[in-house]
Structures are given as structure tokens and as C-alpha cells.
């Protein structure tokens, strides 16, 4: 519990960051709220050398109406999103699943941007930003490029930026229509989802799961047998089908899959009714 | 002045702690400390080949680092840690020092200290320290300890450390049980718990360079007994120890112990005359720290056709871990008494074998014996009461000691005499509280209508033991020490009053309820009341805090010493207004003349009499200064009635404690507002056992969840609103007729959810549930009945 010594360096712009992971590479990190970084710091399961502070770039913390969505800057506090009376009238699963991470410190000081590039697959808000089809803004040295939420997650603790990119803005549809859900399984109010599972119906309806697999991700074979024209029921009976999920303490893959599809069953019945 | 015993009183304590000005032993600092580093062994059971420090020893800031064979050789130690429960004369007790040296024998054994000028630089040396080690075979299970095919210390030639019998009639037991109508069987485990205290463990020894006298804070419940077994097993004179339990935020029995850390801490600044100091991480403690439980228990019980108990039989096989510490053998013994529970039960045998395993060693965790007691006691009757078709509160009234009437001094089949109950109308008003036939009713609903989420209703009417203890109790049990309390009362010139209290709080509320004793007796305003404690050299006579006895004891010893003090104040009062001490009425504070209601004096007038000692009787010692050392002449029996409501979604398998009602009987209140505090956390720690806590091992004996993140503690939004109520059944122990609460909670807790859990899931025909009863578990039971029954097994 007791991290490994690293330098500090205050990047007081995206710019400075980008710099900063230009100059040093695999060896810096990233780090915003710090409510991921620090925890596996302490532990040292990871040893950055540069811990480059992004915290306090307050020009990336905003909530603004992009015309055709909402564009949120990286480093916008998840209390920020709870509470954004233009997030609950135009993708009020967003702000709803922000209020389900962590507990109130945490959510004062963790960004989602923060937890989007942490990209661990039992987070809460990838969920959200998967069902949404959310698109999200890279910048790195050579200028900026999107990447759809679909393609960001790549891996355990992986995502789709590169070790000089640093993520600025998430790009969310308005879909103040759309019926949606969330559905959590945890043992504590303040821990990681054990499954999982949001739903977003909007004509056609977008499933994503989170803690069923190595990332967070969009449920194909549910997808489908709903596009199919298979049932709520019909469609959550394969909720679990083509997953490895990960075996742990609170579930093995049995438990899980089965979790998976009890919750799809239930994130379908809100968000479809 | 109106009576202040009995009342809500605000914690005096509080104001300091909630506004961070309390001083936790991590919280001091002295100039030239050095911080320990720790090295620990990453294997449950190895052989040490070769130790390299040479490049932790090299890097900045740091003073030096010793193996454990180096520090064996400096001589630091004139004894191995103590075990001062040794539970029958042939108890194995392999030597247990505070650092291993040539064989590790659990996970976190030290095998290498390093000494720094900074927590960070300590830290980094200790990862860089190079250890080769020969893995040796690792009882990583109390299974594993009883198969005896591996050996948890080679040199034993065995797993098993002792067999503690206790069966006062063996023929009428065996007879029991040949003439029962019915039989049940239980079998529990009750996993290891880790004790998680949110102050962890820490340590600071300042040694003082001229007389040789070290100082030691620590983070401890126990600094009386610290001080004597420190001053054993060091060589160091009692003397020169002084031992200070600062702020310390919770124990639950984990800070009841002798430990490496703290052995380390005085023996080093010795050695080096540096302060020397230590903080546990949250990781650390899981091996640093002792855990809780370990036993797996064998529960029967007879009865006649009307389900009337004729006999009940209990064996544990109990998990020490890989050492003794202070009071390991001696846990589940504490329990031993209590497997009749509340029952009359004509013939009773219990049994425990303690077993070595390469797991951090068991000790003393809230309860210690009484909640896996009566976890047990109270399982089996819900399974005689479905056994014998009868409601499980009505299995138990008919088998209520006393009828379940009032008693006094009652002797029980386990030997010990109960010194008061009153069973009944504590059930009565447990079942009214929680509208039991609405949610029985409620229940038989649910069922009819097939409804996903089924309502369980879980009881659980325990006993258990408090005011430990009387000295020659613990002499037949061969506990190597006494169990009175020392208690002083000292008026100071100017009338305000000194407490000096030998049992030592660390969050129980000891200034507040010694103060209300204290200021009904004399008179005087709580807030002129001052409680002095947990520093060896401010009150040298104690037996500390454990085993919910400081009140039944301590308060005791407070309460006699004021009787003491107003004896001594009602000679001097006599003397100055020229009457006959018989004469003389105590009342609020002022001894007046009966018939003259002018002519009287005020205490704090007397106690200015007499520090001046102008005009005091012939032959009197000036001062009004009286210590009191109470050995109590029998244990004290709380009791109660728990009633646990839990919603068991039968899709995920999770339980929702919807509603928790508990009846609780500690005798005569002192402070109803800390009763209901230690009730409440009582309650919430048994809760976890039963559906959030438990050490998981691997084979290896590794430690799976030593993290806040994986070892769940529940927190406030997973426990319901507890509805709380109380009868009155004072205690003849004492003269106060207090019995003491601080672990009824989890004494009544976790056997009230996990009977709600099987009364939720009885129509899948499930009859047990091993704790913690996490939705996974839940749900594979119901899914393995399920398929069972469809299979035509539940035929």
C-alpha cells in the first residue's frame, strides 16, 4: 500500500500532457481523478516513472449541447455528470450510471474521461458510453481523430489510444426519447459491478455489458436475436453466449453468465416497455 | 442533582474524534525515528536457504536491516512470544519469535526487518531484500491439518496441539442420545474473519538514552498486559517499560495480543537507542494481525417426541494457524460453555481439537467462542424445530431454562451458574416488535404465488458470557493470569474528581460511563469528572479491555472505590460538624445532620478538609484518594432474542436484510446511548460473517482477498434500519447489576440471518447455509435443489 517513487509533473494543458507523454513515453501515466491510477500505484501493480497530473486542466471540464449530441470534456467529474440537467433530459442513462461509480468522494474527484482510459472492464461508465454509441476524442501530437466507442476498448486495462494520445471530449447522442436502463449486480454499494448490463431502445435497441469479458462490450448475439425479432425473454436467454467471463470471489463463469442473463432480461423489460 | 446513570449522555469522547484531534499512535512523531520495513515470507510454509540484503542496505536512508537469524543472534529476546492460554499441561507450543529464521511457517511470517528514515524508504529496502526459499508442504487448510499428511511444523510430528475435553456426564450423555425420539446434526464452519479494525495496527518505542526506560505507544487494548508479557519474553525489567495505548480506533479483540511488531519496536530501540516505529497497511494486517474464527464445528442434539432437548453433543476441530499467540487455544474454549445456550439441557459433552496450520494465526475476534456457540446451538434448534413441526420459537420455549421464567444463580448441564434470566418475556416482545404472524403470513404469500423474491424470518435467542473474570474460574481453565479490575477515585483540592480506570477503552466509552457512575455516587457534575487510562504509568494496576468486562468489572471496581471514598468522607464529615457518622445523610453531594437540614457539608468541602488535613479525625491519612480492585464472584449472562427478516431473490441469489429487530437483556443501563451503539455494531459485524466476511486460502495458503476491495466489510447502505428494545434482568454478579454488550450483537447476529436464509429457501427443501451466504452460493444451492427435485430426487 505503499507506492513506488516516481516524478510528478502538472501538465496545466492538453498540450503539456501530450508533450509530457511525447517526452517520456511508455514510462508516464496519465493521471485525472486518480481514483484508478493511485489504488493500483499503492499496490504496485504498476510503477509509472512520470505521473503526469491532468486534474487540474479545468478547460476540459465541461458539458455542452453539440447540436446532434453532448459534448463532454474528459476531465468533467462524474458528480458533474450525476447532476447535468442537460445529460438527464438528453442521455439520462449517462448521468444515471455516473451516480452508480464508486461512492461520493470518489465521484467528486474521478473524471469520465479518467475512467474511460482506464479501461477496466467491470467499470461502470463504459456501459453507458457502449449502449449510447457514444464517440470519443483523441488528441495526441499530430492533432486530434474520433474514435467510435465500439472500437475503444481493446483490451484488459487496453484501449484504443495511443501512449501520446490522452482523451479530451466524449461525444454522446442526444436520445431524450429513448427508453434505457441500467442494471448493476454488486455485493456493496461502492464496489465494481459482479455483471454489469445497460440497455439503450431507440428504434433499434444497443446492449453493453461490463465485467462479462477482458473489456467492456456491446452484446452481439443479444443484439442481434432482438434485431431478429426474438423476444426480451428469447434474446436474454443468449446474453452470455460467445463470453469468457472472468472467475473471481464474487463469481465464477457459471454465476456470471447466468447473472448476465437475468440482468439482460431485466435492463430489456425497463428499457423496451 | 438528578440521576445521570441510565441516560442517553453525548460521549464525552466524541467532540476530539469527530473534529480530528484524536492522537492515533501514527499521529506522534518524534524527532530520529526510524521506520521498520518489513519483510515477509510470500510462502505459507518454506525453508530459508540464503537471505541477501546487501542492496537494501545500500540504498538512501536507510539505517540497517537484520534477518531474522541476525536479530536471534543479537539476543534480543529472552523468550519466545508468550501464549499465556496454554489449555491442557501437554499443548503443543512450538516457539514462536518475533521474526523467523531458519523456517517460515505462514504467509507474512517476518523473516527480515529493515530500518529507515522514511516509511517510503523502508518500504523500497524491503522489496529489494532477496530471499531463497525451499518450499515445504503447506497445510493451508484446518482439513488439510487434520488429514496429516503434511505437517504445519515438521519438527511436531503432527498437526493436532491439544484435545480439550468437557463432558460432566459421559454415561447420561450417552444415554441421551440412545433414549432421543429425534436426532439432529449439524455441520458449520465458521470461516476465518479478518478483524479490519479502521485504525490499523501501529507501533512507536521511544527509548530514553540515560535511565534506560523505553516508551512504548501502541496501537493496543491491552497495555497492562503488554507491559508484563513484553517484560517476560524481552528480558527488559518491568520497570523500565512504560506502556500508552493513544486514540485507538477499534480493536475487536485483533489488538488484544503480543506481537512481533510490538516485540520489535522495544527490542530495537533498545538495541539502537533510536525511536523505532511501524505502521501496518491495510494488505499487511491481513497477515500482521490475527484473524478471527477458523473452527469447523459438529453440532447434535436429542430430543424427546415433543422436542424437548434430552441431550446435546458438540465437537470442534479449531484452527490456530501456525503459532500461539496470546490466547489462541483458549478461544474456542470461551465458547465451550455456552453450546446449551438458553436450553435446559439435562446432558451435555463438548470436545475441541486445536490444529496447527501455515495460516496467520487465530485469536481473539468479537464474541471469541460465544458467537460460533451459539451460531451453533441456535442452527440445530431451528432444525429440531422443522424436525418436530413446530415454529422455532416455539421449539424454544419449551425448552427455556426456568421455563423460561425468572431465575437467579441457575446451574446449566455445562457447569457454570447463570446469575440471572428471564427468557420469555424477551421473546415476547422480540416477536411483537417484528409483528412475526404479518410476516409469516407475508411468507405463506410469497410462497403460494410463486413470487421471485421469498421472504425468510430468522430467530436466534442467544446467551453469552461477559464480566470475565473471576480469577479462580480462569485458574481451572488454566489461563495464566487474574481477571479483576482496578479502579481509583481521587478528589483533588479543588472538588473536581480523577478517575483512574485499569481497563482501558479503545472506542468503548469508558470516560462517559465511569464519569456518570462516578457523579450519581458522589454527587458531583459529570463535567468535573476526569477519566485517566491506557498509560502504564498513570494507572500501573489493570487488566485491560476484552470480552465486553470493563463495565461488569471495571465499573465495577469504580463504583466500590467511590463507596470507599464516601466512607472516608462521612468520618471526616462527622468529625467537623460534631455528629454521629450514623447520623449523617448522603444525598446529592452533601452529608447533612438528619433533623438539622442546615447543618451539613459538601464532598468537595470535605475533600479540601481533607488534602489540608487541618482538622481530620486522630490517625487519619489525609486525602480523599481510594482505589478499588474487584474480582467479581461469577461471570455475568446477557441474553437476548434477534429476529433477522431477509428477502432472498431466487433469480440472483442475494439477501436483502429487509429488517432486523433485537431484544437485548445486559442488566441495569449505564449509558443507553452507547448500549445502542455497541448493539448496532454488534449486529452489523455478525451480519458480515454471516453474508459478506471470509479469509479465502488457496492450496497454497495464500491469502485471496487481503484487500478492502475483495474482503468485503459491509458498509452503512448494506445494513437495514435495526430496531433495538430491552428488558431488564439485572446481573446478581455485581453490585451495580450490570452484565456488559459489547459483543452481544454479533453473538445473536449471525445465526438469526443464516436461520432466516434457510426459512426463505426451506421450500426448495434446502436446510443449511454455509456463511458467507454470497448470492453465488445462494443461487447454486437453489439451482442444484431445483434440478435435484425436477430429477425426482426430492422425492
Redesign the interface.
Known amino acids: 500500500m505503499i507506492p513506488a517513487s516516481f516524478d510528478y509533473v502538472e501538465a496545466e494543458n492538453a498540450d503539456a500532457a501530450i508533450a509530457a507523454l511525447t517526452e517520456h513515453g511508455d514510462e508516464a501515466k496519465l493521471m485525472a481523478g486518480g481514483h484508478s491510477l493511485i489504488p493500483l500505484m499503492k499496490f504496485r501493480l504498476t510503477t509509472p516513472q512520470v505521473v503526469v497530473d491532468i486534474g487540474r486542466i479545468n478547460d476540459l471540464s465541461y458539458i455542452n449541447d453539440g447540436g446532434d449530441h453532448i459534448a463532454i470534456g474528459a476531465l468533467t467529474r462524474h458528480m458533474a455528470v450525476e447532476t447535468s440537467d442537460v445529460l438527464k433530459a438528453q442521455a439520462p442513462i449517462l448521468a444515471h450510471v455516473a451516480s452508480h461509480v464508486g461512492d461520493p468522494s470518489v465521484r467528486h474527484r474521478g473524471t469520465l474521461g479518467g475512467s474511460l482510459a482506464h479501461g477496466d472492464p467491470a467499470s461502470d461508465l463504459p456501459a453507458a458510453i457502449l449502449a449510447l454509441n457514444a464517440t470519443l476524442v483523441a488528441k495526441g501530437p499530430n492533432g486530434q481523430r474520433e474514435i467510435s466507442a465500439s472500437d475503444f476498448f481493446t483490451g484488459f486495462l487496453e484501449t484504443a489510444l495511443a501512449s501520446d494520445e490522452m482523451l479530451t471530449e466524449i461525444r454522446v447522442p442526444k436520445v431524450p426519447d429513448a427508453g434505457w436502463s441500467y442494471q448493476k449486480f454488486n455485493r456493496r454499494a461502492q464496489d465494481w459491478a459482479i455483471v454489469g448490463v445497460a440497455a439503450v431502445s431507440n428504434g433499434s435497441t444497443n446492449v453493453a455489458m461490463v465485467n462479462m469479458g477482458h473489456t467492456p462490450l456491446r452484446s452481439a448475439a443479444v443484439e442481434a436475436a432482438l434485431a431478429g425479432g426474438a423476444s426480451a425473454a428469447d434474446a436474454a436467454a443468449v446474453a452470455a453466449e460467445g463470453l469468457t467471463p472472468p472467475e473471481d470471489l464474487n463469481g465464477d463463469a457459471e454465476y456470471r453468465s447466468h447473472l448476465a442473463r437475468v440482468l439482460v432480461g431485466r435492463a430489456l423489460g425497463e428499457a423496451m416497455s | 442533582m438528578t440521576a445521570v446513570m441510565g441516560t442517553p449522555m453525548k460521549r464525552k469522547e466524541d467532540p476530539k474524534l469527530l473534529t480530528g484531534e484524536g492522537k492515533f499512535v501514527d499521529d506522534i512523531h518524534v524527532h530520529g525515528e526510524l521506520w521498520m520495513g518489513m519483510v515477509r515470507s510470500t510462502m505459507a510454509h518454506a525453508k530459508i536457504n540464503a537471505i541477501d540484503t546487501a542492496e537494501a542496505a545500500g540504498m538512501p536512508g536507510v539505517h540497517s536491516v537484520f534477518t531474522g537469524t541476525q536479530l536471534q543472534e543479537m539476543g534480543l529476546w529472552a523468550a519466545p512470544l508468550p501464549c499465556a492460554w496454554p489449555v491442557t499441561e501437554d499443548m503443543l507450543n512450538p516457539p514462536h519469535f518475533p521474526t523467523a529464521s531458519e523456517v517460515v511457517h505462514h504467509v507474512g511470517d517476518i523473516v527480515a526487518v529493515v530500518l529507515a528514515d522514511s516509511?517510503?524508504r523502508a518500504?523500497?529496502a524491503a522489496?529489494m531484500v532477496v530471499v531463497d526459499y525451499e518450499p515445504l508442504p503447506a497445510v493451508a487448510s484446518i482439513e488439510d491439518a487434520i488429514a496429516g499428511e503434511k505437517l504445519a511444523h515438521a519438527g511436531l510430528g503432527t498437526n493436532k496441539a491439544f484435545h480439550w475435553p468437557l463432558i460432566p456426564d459421559p454415561d447420561a450423555l450417552e444415554a441421551a442420545f440412545a433414549n432421543a425420539t429425534h436426532v439432529v446434526k449439524g455441520e458449520f464452519v465458521q470461516q476465518r474473519l479478518i478483524p479490519a479494525a479502521m485504525e490499523p495496527r501501529g507501533v512507536l518505542a521511544i527509548p530514553s538514552p540515560a535511565g534506560g526506560d523505553i516508551t512504548l505507544y501502541t496501537s493496543t487494548q491491552v497495555p497492562h498486559i503488554l507491559k508484563v508479557m513484553l517484560a517476560a519474553t524481552t528480558g527488559i525489567s518491568e520497570s523500565k517499560l512504560r506502556i500508552i495505548a493513544p486514540a485507538v480506533g477499534g480493536g475487536f479483540g485483533a489488538k488484544l495480543n503480543v506481537n512481533p511488531d510490538e516485540s520489535l519496536a522495544v527490542t530495537l530501540a533498545n538495541k539502537l537507542s533510536r525511536p523505532v516505529r511501524w505502521t501496518e497497511?491495510?494488505?499487511?494486517a491481513a497477515f500482521s494481525t490475527h484473524q478471527g474464527r477458523g473452527q469447523k464445528q459438529t453440532m447434535e442434539i436429542a430430543a424427546d417426541e415433543n422436542g424437548k432437548i434430552l441431550g446435546v453433543r458438540a465437537h470442534i476441530d479449531a484452527d490456530m494457524g501456525a503459532y500461539m499467540m496470546l490466547i489462541t487455544p483458549g478461544v474456542p474454549l470461551l465458547g465451550s460453555f455456552l453450546y446449551t445456550g438458553v436450553y435446559d439441557v439435562p446432558a451435555f459433552g463438548f470436545t475441541c481439537d486445536g490444529y496447527f496450520t501455515n495460516l496467520t494465526p487465530t485469536d481473539a475476534y468479537r464474541g471469541a467462542g460465544r458467537p460460533e456457540a451459539s451460531y451453533a446451538i441456535e442452527r440445530v434448534m431451528d432444525m429440531l424445530s422443522y424436525e418436530v413441526g413446530v415454529t422455532p420459537e416455539e421449539i424454544r420455549r419449551r425448552n427455556y431454562l426456568a421455563g423460561g421464567g425468572e431465575f437467579e444463580n441457575l446451574e446449566v448441564a455445562s457447569t457454570l451458574v447463570f446469575d440471572s434470566g428471564n427468557y420469555s418475556p424477551n421473546l415476547d416482545m422480540a416477536l411483537d416488535m417484528a409483528k412475526m404472524a404479518e410476516l409469516r403470513a407475508e411468507q405463506q404469500r410469497r410462497r403460494d404465488a410463486g413470487d421471485k423474491k421469498q421472504l425468510g424470518i430468522g430467530l436466534c435467542t442467544y446467551v453469552e458470557i461477559c464480566g470475565l473474570a473471576p480469577s479462580r474460574a480462569l485458574a481451572g481453565l488454566n489461563y495464566g493470569a487474574g481477571g479483576w479490575e482496578a479502579g481509583t477515585v481521587r478528589l483533588l483540592p479543588t472538588g473536581k474528581v480523577e478517575v483512574v480506570s485499569g481497563s482501558t477503552p479503545h472506542g468503548q466509552g469508558h470516560e462517559t460511563a465511569w464519569s456518570q457512575i462516578v457523579a450519581d455516587k458522589l454527587g458531583i457534575d459529570p463535567a468535573d469528572i476526569t477519566v485517566l487510562h491506557s498509560d502504564t504509568a498513570i494507572s500501573p494496576l489493570g487488566m485491560d479491555t476484552y470480552g465486553s468486562r470493563s463495565l461488569a468489572v471495571g465499573g465495577v471496581a469504580i463504583a466500590m472505590a467511590c463507596d470507599k471514598v464516601i466512607d472516608k468522607a462521612r468520618l471526616i464529615a462527622a468529625h467537623q460538624l460534631e455528629a454521629n457518622p450514623d447520623d449523617l445523610d448522603f444525598e446529592a453531594g452533601r452529608f447533612g445532620v438528619k433533623g438539622s437540614p442546615d447543618k451539613g457539608l459538601l464532598i468537595q468541602e470535605i475533600a479540601f478538609g481533607a488534602f489540608t488535613a487541618h482538622n481530620l479525625p486522630d490517625g487519619m491519612e489525609p486525602n480523599l484518594n481510594e482505589q478499588m480492585i474487584f474480582d467479581p464472584p461469577n461471570f455475568a449472562f446477557p441474553f437476548g432474542t434477534h429476529v433477522a427478516v431477509v428477502e432472498v431473490d431466487e433469480?440472483?441469489g442475494?439477501t436483502e436484510l429487509i429488517d432486523y429487530i433485537a431484544i437485548d437483556d445486559c442488566g441495569n443501563h449505564v449509558n443507553p446511548l452507547i448500549i445502542e451503539g455497541q448493539v448496532h455494531g454488534g449486529i452489523v459485524q455478525g451480519v458480515a460473517q454471516a453474508l459478506?466476511e471470509g479469509a479465502?486460502y488457496d492450496a497454497e495458503g495464500n491469502c485471496?482477498?487481503p484487500?478492502l476491495?475483495?474482503y468485503?466489510v459491509?458498509?452503512p447502505?448494506?445494513v437495514p434500519n435495526i430496531q433495538t428494545g430491552y428488558t431488564y434482568t439485572p446481573s446478581t454478579s455485581n453490585p451495580l447489576g450490570v452484565k456488559g454488550v459489547g459483543e452481544a450483537g454479533t453473538i445473536g447476529s449471525a445465526a438469526a440471518v443464516i436461520n432466516a436464509i434457510c426459512d426463505a429457501l426451506r421450500p426448495h427443501g434446502i436446510t443449511d447455509m454455509s456463511m458467507p451466504a454470497?448470492?453465488?452460493k445462494v443461487?447454486?444451492a437453489i439451482?442444484s435443489a431445483d434440478s435435484t427435485a425436477n430429477n425426482g430426487g426430492g422425492q
Open positions: 516509511r517510503y518500504a523500497d522489496e497497511t491495510r494488505s499487511e433469480d440472483t442475494e459478506y479465502e485471496k482477498n484487500s476491495m475483495d468485503l459491509p458498509s447502505t448494506e454470497t448470492p453465488m443461487w447454486k439451482n
